[in-house]
């Protein structure tokens, strides 16, 4: 039997093949081009025919049993009553609602509240911000369906106006107790559930529509597991559903999650907590990570650059600048999504490559900033599994090593989220009786070099130093 998986991520449209005869996945990917000129904003029919095109050439010929999507938290969008896009999708990284949050942050009770029933910060990345924002512009949301790129995917697949629980979860507008719209906050930006996809759960699935199914050049009536977050999938694919199980994300972004049985929410606001198809997620994320050393290479070397040829000048014990990695604004710790980056304690003999060699160092102090305070409110993971971008860089995964000073197993699914998705399809079939039975293999084992944990202590505590004042 088949299962195919179509992710439309931040950056490009995904898909897999996956034959549970031998338990082999093929995957196909295709880089979206910048919309509008925007990275933050994308074209919600342009993205959706881009991810059903990358899954039409991987199903040509074969008999599809199941389809599992996949998406991104945080993406919001306005559509007409024909679910018709009348605005571009606006991403997790778009921060233009970074003034509508600020005013709301210095309010302590609205904050705690907000977060105690959302599980969410008070910040420009959540759609309930962007729809504020929106309503300042003068969009009468109330005249709108609300949704986002997952919920988008799910109706022209489908025909059904629906979106997981999990998925909404991440929008600033669900109530993760109770696992529904929260009324309050709906009618703080005048809108109803009505305005709102229905929610559903992962187990709810829906039959390929005869248009979806052209598309995809497959039969109608195929079931379709509706849009899943690839933040939570990365959880279920990489066999991290039981407690004490960290995962470290470090692609475009980065996160660090653990599964937990109940909502685990902090006194103080500081991590997130949001749903994922099986249970709740504990959690902190930040902006900056594959797409900081993007940037850094492009403009320092140039686009054509090999990240390679780069990373084979660098040394341990460079003398580096501090880089805060707030291109795209903060997320954890301290969720001030108007803070800038930074290179700090320059020197004269500083070269391009030391400056790359801080912004790999930036972002790995700020992900362990997120490990500490995450720690503290679930304890020491009994392991850490890491994926991402990171892993092409054996460089930079020694670093991340050293700098956490844990042994780290690499995880053996190169893609997470589509072997997520994989695994709900595997539920959906029979094959497997519960999510938590998927368990995955390391490829390797990064550990930590002792004779680092010096050097990297004092330059993390330099990091802190330029952190902290950057605060005040």
Known sequence: MYVLILESSTTSAKAMLYNTADNTGTTESKAFPVYYGDPTLHNAEQVFLETAAVGKNLCEGKKIDVIALSGVWHSVMLCDANFNPKTPVYLWSNTEAAGTCKPLRKDDAYTRNFYRKTGCMVNAIYPFFKLKLLRERGYHLEDYYIAGQGTYNNYRLTGEKIVTDCMASGSGLFNIHEKRFDKDILGEIGVSESNLARPVTYKDSYPLSKEGAGLLGLEPGIPVIPSCPDGALNQTGSGALSEGIMTISVGTSGALRLAVSKPVLPET??????????????????????????????????????????????????????????????????????????????????????????????????????????????????????????????????????????????????????????????????????????????????????????IYAKKYEQYLYYYEGATK
């Not at 997120?370 to 860089?393: A, D, M, Q, R």
Request: charge should be negative; aromatic fraction near 10%.
């Open 269 to 454: 606001p500081s991590i997130w907590c949001y749903l994922s198809p099986k249970t709740w997620l504990s959690g902190a994320a930040i902006s900056g990570c594959c797409n900081c050393v993007d940037w850094c290479k492009d403009k320092l070397f140039g686009a054509g650059a090999s990240y390679g040829d780069i990373e084979r000048l660098l040394r341990n014990d460079d003398d580096t600048p501090v880089f805060l990695p707030f291109l795209y604004g903060e997320r954890c710790p301290g969720w001030q999504d108007e803070r800038k980056a930074g290179f700090l304690n320059v020197m004269p003999s500083h070269s391009p490559k030391d400056f790359y060699h801080g912004v790999l160092e930036g972002i790995l102090f700020n992900l362990y900033q997120c490990y500490n305070v995450l720690t503290e409110t679930n304890g020491v993971p009994k392991k850490i599994k890491i994926s991402g971008g990171i892993l092409n860089s054996p460089f930079w995964l020694q670093m991340c090593g050293d700098i956490f000073g844990m042994e780290m197993d690499t995880d053996s699914a190169k893609q997470g989220s589509l072997m997520g998705a994989a695994v709900l399809g595997l539920e959906k079939l029979g094959i497997i009786n519960d999510l938590s039975e998927f368990k995955t293999g390391a490829a390797g084992i990064v550990r930590p070099n002792p004779e680092m944990a010096e």
